[in-house]
Nanobody, 125 residues
Framework: QVQLVESGGGLVQAGGSLRLSCAAS????????MGWFREAPGEEREFVAA????????SYADSVKGRFTISRDNAKNTVYLQMNSLKPEDTAVYFC??????????????????WGQGTQVTVSS
């Protein structure tokens, strides 16, 4: 079993930055693709970013490219999302997720089988 806990959300002014963290349990963390998704009020949960097992490959939604950076520290069983140049439209609950069954559908919600509880990010204008 894998458990995920997000942290680092909060209220920030437009143009500011936040770093989200996702701490994962399990001794095989480095085997798994990790992803970040977000869900704004009235909207479906959408893909934000994903990172390969080694951290050598990343993927981003077009809406966050150039502003967000996903990274991981396998020794600490932690994945991060550095968010810069934040916009009000980035306001959402942010979730981390892990693909433990090797589906590699990293940009799709159903490509992940374990999820954290989410952390709220609010960007004021």
């Amino acid at each position: 079993q894998v458990q995920l806990v997000e942290s680092g959300g909060g209220l920030v002014q437009a143009g500011g930055s936040l770093r989200l963290s996702c701490a994962a349990s399990g001794r095989t963390f480095s085997r798994y693709i990790m992803g970040w998704f977000r869900e704004a009020p009235g909207e479906e949960r959408e893909f934000v970013a994903a990172i390969s097992r080694s951290g050598g490959s990343t993927s981003y939604a077009d809406s966050v490219k150039g502003r967000f950076t996903i990274s991981r520290d396998n020794a600490k069983n932690t994945v991060y999302l550095q968010m810069n140049s934040l916009k009000p439209e980035d306001t959402a609950v942010y979730f981390c997720a892990v693909d433990t069954d090797g589906s590699y559908d990293y940009s799709r919600r159903n490509g992940y089988d374990h999820w954290g509880q989410g952390t709220q990010v609010t960007v004021s204008s």
